[in-house]
Nanobody
Framework: VKLVESGGGLVQPGGWLRLSCVAS????????MSWFRRVPGKDLEFLAT????????NYRDSVRGRFTISRDNVKNTVYLQMNSLKPEDTGVYSC????????????????WGQGTQVTVSS
């Protein structure tokens, strides 16, 4: 059972990145897939979620309109397209999977990737 993220890196403010998270070892369709980020000195932040079971998609207010979550259930991959990046978007981005219906807390996610660093700086 594994989640592996990729696509992080250094980008200038206003730029974009596309993160990918490849899942293996579990039935991808049966899980809500979400992206979180960890910023030094702050709590883990929920960013976006996509649940194939009910079609639900939701975003953190500060990223809504800039970030887009999508999933390819054939490739068992979830993506996070991040546009108009800001320095405050810097952090370690992780994908997570939850079998719970409408998870509302990071504690309800049983599977986590190792994370990928995103740095937004000029």
């Amino acid at each position: 059972v594994k989640l592996v993220e990729s696509g992080g890196g250094l980008v200038q403010p206003g730029g974009w990145l596309r993160l990918s998270c490849v899942a293996s070892g579990f039935t991808f369709d049966d899980y809500a897939m979400s992206w979180f980020r960890r910023v030094p000195g702050k709590d883990l932040e929920f960013l976006a979620t996509s649940d194939y079971r009910d079609g639900r998609v939701n975003y953190r207010d500060s990223v809504r309109g800039r970030f887009t979550i999508s999933r390819d259930n054939v490739k068992n991959t979830v993506y996070l397209q991040m546009n108009s990046l800001k320095p405050e978007d810097t952090g370690v981005y992780s994908c997570a999977a939850s079998a719970r219906s409408r998870p509302t807390s990071s504690s309800e996610y049983s599977l986590w990737g190792q994370g990928t660093q995103v740095t937004v700086s000029s």
